[in-house]
T-cell receptor, first 113, second 113 residues
Framework: DQQVKQNSPSLSVQEGRISILNCDYT??????FLWYKKYPAEGPTFLIS?????DKNEDGRFTVFLNKSAKHLSLHIVPSQPGDSAVYFC????????????FGKGTKLTVNP | EPEVTQTPSHQVTQMGQEVILRCVPI?????FYWYRQILGQKVEFLVS????????KSEIFDDQFSVERPDGSNFTLKIRSTKLEDSAMYFC???????????FGPGTRLTVL
């Protein structure tokens, strides 16, 4: 049951360049989407979110884009830094943030100096 | 900055034994969750808890599992009779309100031998 899919298990970019992480979902009842970052031996750390009423949300170097018709969202990191190297999880929920989160499998981002 | 804490960081137990995993959510949060991640797999929702009762539970959360908020600060997950397949990272999360983001603890690694 893959309601949230992250099809790229890994991504490698050069420091200073843009990182684009992608996520697709199948459940049209999802209306709140989040990105979490996870380092080894730590819990997921909230990064940025977007409600289905928006198509873009920006926070510093991080921007999330939502395309509802395509059921696709992406996270852009500009410029990428070596400290951004981590596993990035896309997650979705039915209403706001209090409902259960459905996670993708994650994309391991490596930013090379 | 307030954070979710979990103890222990690593728990090793024998199959059939009971384990209790402990969490201290962020102090003014009202919604509490347990998730788990089996090695190499997705983070999966187990249960959500609000107003001293379970709001939602997944198929994984069978009769072997229970949750409790024994006092004003702790939130516990009990597994009555552990199985080998319960070996996973268990993450506690909390959120402040119905539309608020969920914040995760660092996790407890449970190893069932």
């Amino acid at each position: 049951d893959q309601q949230v899919k992250q099809n790229s298990p890994s991504l490698s970019v050069q420091e200073g360049r843009i990182s684009i992480l992608n996520c697709d979902y199948t459940n049209s009842m999802f209306d709140y989407f989040l990105w979490y970052k996870k380092y080894p031996a730590e819990g997921p750390t909230f990064l940025i979110s977007i409600s289905s009423i928006k198509d873009k949300n920006e926070d510093g170097r991080f921007t999330v884009f939502l395309n509802k018709s395509a059921k696709h969202l992406s996270l852009h990191i500009v410029p990428s830094q070596p400290g951004d190297s981590a596993v990035y999880f896309c997650a979705a929920s039915g209403q706001g943030g209090s409902e259960k989160l459905v996670f993708g499998k994650g994309t391991k981002l490596t930013v090379n100096p | 900055e307030p954070e979710v804490t979990q103890t222990p960081s690593h728990q090793v137990t024998q199959m059939g034994q009971e384990v209790i995993l402990r969490c201290v959510p962020i102090s003014n949060h009202l919604y509490f969750y347990w998730y788990r991640q089996i090695l190499g797999q997705k983070v999966e929702f187990l249960v959500s808890f609000y107003n001293n009762e379970i709001s939602e539970k997944s198929e994984i959360f069978d009769d072997q599992f229970s949750v409790e908020r024994p006092d004003g600060s702790n939130f516990t997950l009990k597994i009555r009779s552990t199985k080998l397949e319960d070996s996973a990272m268990y993450f506690c999360a909390s959120s402040g309100g119905h539309t608020d983001t969920q914040y995760f603890g660092p996790g407890t690694r449970l190893t069932v031998l």
